[in-house]
């Protein structure tokens, strides 16, 4: 089955400094990459996503890069804020199937 | 529009007794995932529905484990016979149906088994 690894477990940057966490996976059958905020006591939501056939997104402060042949794919947050202090998740999604990483808990002093 | 929905919120239950957990998916969404979540842990995929069918069953932990989603819609989740261990926050989500697409997740159950 599906094994994600997601790197660092914790993460302390200050703030306007650039976050990056790591993800690599190892079912080829992934086509789908998701990354989750989770705020403390709050549900996952989706801040961004990457499909199989792109190789960078970027949203505002927010990029993903995937690299498919070396079944890794990275999350980049720029410009970091006190407000971006939350765990994050990436995720490795096939046809019924979802995996995801134990999380990164990112802290952004001011 | 609604999101998805869970409840309880919250439940209490002794060991050994059964508990039921429920999911309202956001209408339309025909796929629906359940998941699991310890404190401070990741997401534990636990099944997935396609409407009505769940292919895959070999996420759930234990044969006490079992799900159910009827008409397309609400999903439960059924835990029989229950072990501290069980203790934890079940999350679901839905999306619209290929795994290409974003999951919603529900504001979870906090389960706890005394």
């Known amino acids: 089955g599906e094994n994600v690894e997601q790197h660092p477990s914790t993460l302390s940057v200050q703030e306007g400094d650039s976050a990056v966490i790591k993800c690599t996976y190892s079912?080829?059958?992934?086509?789908?990459f998701p990354w989750y905020k989770q705020e403390l006591g709050k549900r996952p939501q989706l801040i961004i996503d990457?499909?199989?056939?792109?190789g960078e997104k970027k949203d505002q402060r927010i990029a993903v890069t995937l690299n498919k042949t070396a079944k890794h794919f990275s999350l980049h947050i720029t410009e970091t804020q006190p407000e971006d202090s939350a765990v994050y998740f990436c995720?490795?999604?096939?046809?019924?199937?979802?995996?995801f990483g134990d999380g990164t808990t990112l802290t952004v002093k001011p | 529009g609604a999101g998805v929905s869970q409840s309880p919120s919250n439940k209490v239950t002794e060991k050994g007794k059964d508990v039921e957990l429920r999911c309202d998916p956001i209408?339309?969404?025909?796929?629906l995932y359940w998941y699991r979540q310890s404190l401070g842990q990741g997401l534990e995929f636990l099944i997935y529905?396609?409407?009505?069918?769940?292919?895959?069953k070999s996420g759930l932990p234990s044969d006490r484990f079992s799900a159910e989603r009827t008409g397309g819609s609400v999903s439960t989740l059924t835990i029989q016979r229950t072990q501290q261990e069980d203790s934890a926050v079940y999350l679901c989500?839905?999306?619209?149906?290929?795994?290409?697409?974003?999951?919603?997740f529900g504001p979870g159950t906090r389960l706890t088994v005394t």
């Open positions: 079912d080829s059958a992934s086509n789908y």
């Open positions: 995720a490795a999604i096939e046809p019924g199937k979802s995996t």
């Open positions: 529905f396609q409407g009505n069918s769940a292919p895959d």
């Open positions: 989500a839905s999306s619209l149906g290929t795994s290409e697409r974003e999951q919603y």
């Open positions: 990457i499909r199989s056939n792109v």
């Open positions: 209408s339309g969404h025909t796929a």
